[in-house]
C-alpha cells in the first residue's frame, strides 16, 4: 500500500503539471494541502473495495501486461471516439 500511495501522490501531482501551463506558488500550496487526504481516501475506497485481495498474490507479469494494455486501448479508443471497447480479439 505504500508503493500505491507514493504512486497515487506522484500521478497527482503530474496531473496538476499536465493540466497547468506554469506551477504557481499557490498551486503547490493547494497540491501540498490536498495530497495527503486524497491519498488517504484513495487507498480507503481500493481496500474497501477488494482491491488488496489475495488474489493478486496469485497474479504474474503478464497479466499486469495485459491489464496495461486494455487500460492504454481503452483510453485510445475513448479520445479517438471509438464506440467499441473492451472487445477481445
Sequence with gaps: MAVDGVLFAAAYFLAFR????????????????????????????????????????????TDLEELFARHVGLHHRRQSGSASCCRRA
Excluded: C, N
Design 18 to 61: 499536465l493540466r497547468l501551463d506554469r506551477m504557481e506558488p499557490s498551486y503547490l500550496q493547494t497540491i501540498a494541502l490536498t495530497v495527503g487526504p486524497v491519498v488517504f481516501m484513495k487507498i480507503a475506497v481500493y481496500h474497501l473495495m477488494g482491491s488488496y485481495r489475495s488474489i493478486w498474490r496469485y497474479s504474474s507479469l
